[in-house]
Structure formats: structure tokens, C-alpha cells
């Protein structure tokens, strides 16, 4: 008995749907950012830490420290509590199997949500790190 045309087209639909999810992400890393803040590091009240986790390189040139997160947007943005001083960050990065990853963190001391000179901050010191397995990295926010 041959198929009918809707369940020919429910399972092609169906196909399409399963290739469609296995090559839109078929790897998933796991980014872990283990964000301490440094003891000389004045917090103000309701101090903002934002972590910028992501694939997308920032834009340093001419500018100094050059491996401060210039220009990028906020992975997250945690308000840290009295006297806090570390963080851990997870997320994830996806769809290949090598993933170029960066990673920062800064105290936003005008709460503007974009880095600006003289905001302590921390940096992977492999910035860009590429990712073929689970990540995980700690980042130490110092004075610049």
C-alpha cells in the first residue's frame, strides 16, 4: 500500500527538522569563568561586575590596556553583594567543533554597561582561546 502525500510530506518534514538541529549546533562546550576581584580593588556600593564570554573579538586598536574589553556587549551583568569578591560565570559556546571564544571581566563603576578606561578588569591571558572541549578559566579583575 503506497503512503499518503501527508505523511510523505509530515516525514520529510520531520527529516528536515532533525538535520536542521544536529548541523545548527552539533557541539556545545561548556565555558566555565571563575572570576575572582582583587583585594586593592575598591568596590563601590551595589558594584556591577559584567562578564563578556562570546566569539566576538573586540575592537583594541590604538587604545591602551589593549586587552581590555573595548566595545563588546555584556554576556551577563551580576550586582555583587557587600563585600563579594568572586563570581562564577557558566554558559556555553556552540556550532563547531573548534570555537573561538574570548573572555573578560570588569567592575563597571559608572554602571554605563560598557568598559571604559580605568575600570578594573580581568582578562584570559589566552584571549582568543580556541575551544575544543570544556573551558574553564579564572579571570582576576585588577586596577589597569
Given at each position: 500500500m503506497p503512503f499518503s502525500p501527508l505523511r510523505l510530506s509530515l516525514a520529510a518534514a520531520?527529516?528536515?527538522?532533525?538535520?536542521?538541529?544536529?548541523?545548527?549546533?552539533?557541539?556545545?562546550?561548556?565555558?566555565?569563568?571563575?572570576?575572582?576581584?582583587?583585594?586593592?580593588?575598591?568596590?563601590?556600593?551595589?558594584a556591577r561586575l559584567v562578564i563578556v564570554?562570546?566569539?566576538?573579538?573586540?575592537?583594541?586598536a590604538g587604545r591602551a590596556p589593549?586587552?581590555?574589553?573595548?566595545?563588546?556587549?555584556?554576556?551577563?551583568t551580576v550586582t555583587l553583594a557587600a563585600d563579594q569578591r568572586t563570581h562564577r560565570f557558566e554558559g556555553?559556546?556552540?556550532?563547531?567543533?573548534?570555537?573561538?571564544?574570548?573572555?573578560?571581566?570588569?567592575?563597571?563603576?559608572?554602571?554605563?554597561?560598557?568598559y571604559d578606561a580605568g575600570e578594573p578588569y580581568?582578562?584570559?591571558p589566552g584571549n582568543p582561546v580556541e575551544v575544543s572541549a570544556d573551558y574553564t578559566v579564572k579571570l582576576v579583575v585588577q586596577n589597569p
Open positions: 520531520g527529516l528536515a527538522a532533525l538535520v536542521t538541529a544536529v548541523v545548527a549546533c552539533s557541539y556545545s562546550w561548556e565555558v566555565i569563568l571563575d572570576i575572582e576581584i582583587a583585594a586593592d580593588v575598591v568596590l563601590p556600593t551595589d564570554q562570546g566569539p566576538d573579538a573586540a575592537d583594541v589593549a586587552d581590555a574589553p573595548w566595545g563588546v556587549a555584556a554576556t551577563d556555553s559556546t556552540c556550532c563547531a567543533p573548534t570555537e573561538t571564544n574570548f573572555a573578560w571581566a570588569f567592575v563597571d563603576l559608572d554602571n554605563d554597561g560598557t580581568g582578562a584570559d
